[in-house]
């Protein structure tokens, strides 16, 4: 029989219930068993409606109340000391005190899961790090679903992934561990089994990754082990990405079945004839990090065609998505205000589940079973390729215009930075900021009741110009050298350009979570991308008029849109970008059209973008690089583009950051002492001007200016004096003005207190 299975389900919770749930913990307004009983109602609530919608292997265990890695650190006992922890079960206290901090100690560092949007906090273990298992999770959630008459698949984090994900904090490998972690393991999955679990779920991601030997030879010694110690059936499970090269270690390794990713490559049919038949397959066939409607006839082609090449034929086949559907909204049916064509074409979790069951039940008794299925599906993809917007012949015809000398600056960067120093006659070491200021709780509600059309544009105007003005006002008096108007009408970066730009759409309830409580709405882009009218243009004329001094233009940069967007599937994503950075490519031409002398492409995303492959970097890359530079080198020489990057790890793509060819770049560098600017070091590997930040913006601390004078002496031994700029880390719309007005008035005392140095040395 094949099987409708999923691998995990957005936690969330419709309208973000979970969130509100956590959040009025945080602020005492919930006790705690108030949280336990809602989130333990979600989780049920989850499971009844995946195994109504079909689903035989329901998840469970993949819950969570701020993330599952660290879910599986608690339960492992890997916590570091200064959390409250005494051993035994681990409180809400310590729990929320390693996820957010608490009275003394910091949160556990936190980074991207893979290649998603998702971050998860990174375990921190001792170079002599013991185990202890301080509860069951997965089995404690097995029978509370049992309870429910409900059967599930636990899902567990994987030993290897597990510890591949974690920092030990002597620096060693954390995968010198695995013999202490694996007993746990094994209880773990002797527990499950004994009280009738049959399958578990084991994830190892890291199975999309390159792969050392020494992280194959764990792999190998860690399901040797467990798969001896008879708990149930294993599916071992790898997502993300082909398996590639691990394709013939993960079939050799012992386990009832596994499960790939079907929908970034094609290995169907090789795993289709490598892995024994008895074992059962699980084919991630309906994408769990798009948006988007499958061709179910498409796959249910795809799915016989693996069947026929199977010894035991459609039975032992487990229908699934890619991965686990956190990463996806929950409901397309509740985005009402969205146009219908474009609803229709929408698959968020509940319609994948849908799809995955329909598929299975398609497998099992044939294309009869399922004809309503297959027929919407069809129309809804003839309806699509139809609908006005997706397939525009005017921007075709300016996309196959593109030439390679609209991705050249007319000058090579020597002879800019002579125009651009010409007309701007800055001094040694200029100062700027980021882009953004304080989004006060004012701004936020004028501009939500503007959204809502509660108040006219005139009243919104007028107040955004005031605000404006007094930025302008401030910055002048302290004497920053390049201005920003402070993106006070923008609620987000990716989002305000979203909704000026045709081709994209703006959900209401397409929440995806982010970290812990956070969770966001990423735009959809469902169409060609075009710029129907200027985008910023008007704020940032308004704020060059009340100054002298330069006023930046704010753009996000094309990758960036795209990697913070769901991206449609049915052309190439490179495709997408290049759409995208000829709309941005309009709007810095009419900046500079408008006198606006320095524009400024935000990039925070582009890193991110990567695949996890290293083979893959190369081809995204290109691509990538190659879409900045159409969207900024349609400007004079005298126009200095900038582009700012909220981090500083370039050392393995510094090459990609030359190639921008932008005239400046601004990067993440305070917290790191600017020990991060190595990559940078000499004006061979980065030739144009940095602006290291000196300020960390993450956290409320203001340092003096002292410190930042501090910083920027570190920075002159590794740049030559004429490349560094002065500014914070990052934009600053998530402080206040009591920080931010000492913070930059020290910022300026620092770079001034630099040129009193150099001009003593001369
Ligand atoms: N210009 C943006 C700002 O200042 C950049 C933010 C970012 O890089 N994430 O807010
Ligand atoms: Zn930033």
Not at 536 to 560: N, Y
Not at 574 to 600: F, H, K, N, P
Not at 680 to 706: K, L, M, N, Q, T
Request: net charge neutral.
């Amino acid at each position: 029989m094949s099987i409708a299975a999923n691998l995990g389900f957005p936690r969330i919770g419709a309208r973000r219930a979970l969130k509100f749930l956590l959040e009025g913990f945080w602020a005492g307004e919930i006790d705690p068993a108030t949280l336990q009983d809602g989130a333990a109602a979600l989780r049920a609530a989850h499971w009844r409606l995946q195994a109504g919608l079909g689903i035989g292997h329901v998840p469970s265990n993949e819950d969570s109340l701020y993330d599952h890695v660290l879910d599986m650190a608690c339960m492992l006992g890997a916590i570091p000391a200064g959390y409250g922890w005494q051993g035994g079960p681990v409180s809400l206290a310590s729990y929320f005190a390693l996820a957010r901090g608490a009275a003394g100690v910091k949160p556990l560092a936190m980074t991207k899961w893979f290649d998603t949007n998702y971050h998860y906090l990174v375990p921190l273990l001792a170079a002599d790090q013991r185990f202890t298992l301080t509860e069951n999770r997965p089995l404690a959630r097995f029978q509370e679903a049992r309870a429910l008459a409900l059967r599930t698949r636990p899902v567990l984090l994987g030993p290897v992934s597990f510890l591949m994900l974690s920092r030990r904090a002597d620096g060693g490998d954390p995968l010198a561990l695995l013999d202490a972690l694996l007993p746990l393991y094994t209880r773990i999955l002797g527990e499950l089994a004994d009280a009738g679990c049959v399958f578990v779920q084991m994830d190892e991601p890291v199975l999309a990754r390159d792969l050392s030997d020494a992280a194959r030879a764990a792999l190998r010694r860690a399901y040797d082990a467990l798969a001896g110690a008879g708990g149930p059936g294993l599916i071992l499970t790898s997502y993300f990405g082909p398996l590639g090269d691990h394709l013939d270690l993960a079939v050799s390794l012992p386990s009832a079945g596994l499960h790939v990713d079907l929908t970034r490559g094609g290995e169907a049919m090789a795993l289709a004839a490598a892995l024994p038949a008895g074992r059962l397959l699980s084919l991630g066939v309906i994408d769990g990090r798009n948006v988007w409607r499958a061709d179910l006839r498409a796959r249910l082609g795809d799915l016989r065609a693996i069947a026929a090449r199977r010894e035991d034929g459609a039975a032992g086949l487990i229908v699934a998505p890619s991965c686990s559907l956190l990463h996806v909204p929950l409901d397309a049916n509740e985005e009402r205000a969205l146009d219908p064509a474009l609803r229709g074409a929408l698959a968020f979790a509940v319609q994948k589940l849908a799809e995955i069951s329909a598929l299975a039940r398609g497998l099992e008794q044939g294309e009869a079973a399922i004809a309503d299925a297959l027929a919407a599906s069809d129309a809804a993809h003839r309806a699509r390729a139809a609908a006005p917007g997706v397939h525009r012949a005017d921007i075709a015809a300016r996309l196959a215009a593109v030439d390679e000398a609209m991705t050249r600056r007319a000058s090579p960067y020597p002879a800019r930075r002579a125009a651009q120093a010409a007309r701007l006659g800055l001094p040694l070491f200029p100062t700027t900021t980021i882009g953004s200021f304080p989004q006060t709780t004012e701004i936020r509600r004028l501009r939500a009741a503007h959204g809502r059309g509660e108040i006219d544009a005139a009243a919104y105007d007028r107040a955004m110009a005031g605000w404006i003005d007094d930025a302008i006002a401030w910055q002048e008096e302290l004497g920053i050298d390049v201005l920003v108007h402070g993106e006070f009408e923008r609620n987000d970066m990716v989002q305000y350009f979203a909704d000026a730009l045709d081709g994209f759409a703006i959900t209401r309830h397409g929440w995806v979570q982010s970290y812990g409580s956070r969770c966001v709405a990423p735009p959809i882009i469902w169409g060609d991308v075009a710029r129907p009218a200027a985008m910023t243009l008007r704020w940032t004329r308004h704020a060059q008029s009340r100054t002298a001094r330069p006023v930046k233009g704010m753009l996000t940069g094309p990758v960036t849109m795209l990697n913070w967007s769901f991206v449609r599937s049915d052309i190439p994503r490179e495709t997408v970008c290049r759409q995208i950075a000829l709309a941005l490519r309009e709007e810095v031409r009419d900046l500079a059209l408008s006198g606006i002398a320095v524009i400024q492409v935000d990039e925070p995303a582009l890193r991110e973008g990567l695949p996890l492959r290293r083979a893959g970097w190369a081809a995204y890359l290109d691509w990538a690089v190659r879409c900045f530079r159409l969207a900024t080198a349609g400007v004079g020489d005298d126009t200095a583009i900038h582009t700012h990057m909220c981090y500083s790890e370039f050392a393995d793509i510094m090459d990609a950051i030359a190639a921008l060819d932008a005239d400046a770049i601004s990067i993440e560098t305070a917290r790191g002492r600017m020990a991060l600017l190595d990559a940078f070091r000499g004006a061979d590997a980065y030739p144009a001007e940095i602006g290291p930040g000196v300020w960390d913006i993450h956290s409320p601390r203001v340092p003096d200016a002292a410190e930042m004078a501090a910083l920027l002496r570190r920075a002159r031994s590794r740049l030559a004096d004429w490349q560094i700029w002065v500014n914070p880390d990052c934009g600053l719309k998530t402080r206040n003005w009591a920080e931010v007005r000492p913070a930059l008035a020290a910022m300026v005392e620092a770079a001034r207190t630099l040129r009193a140095e150099v001009a003593a040395a001369e």
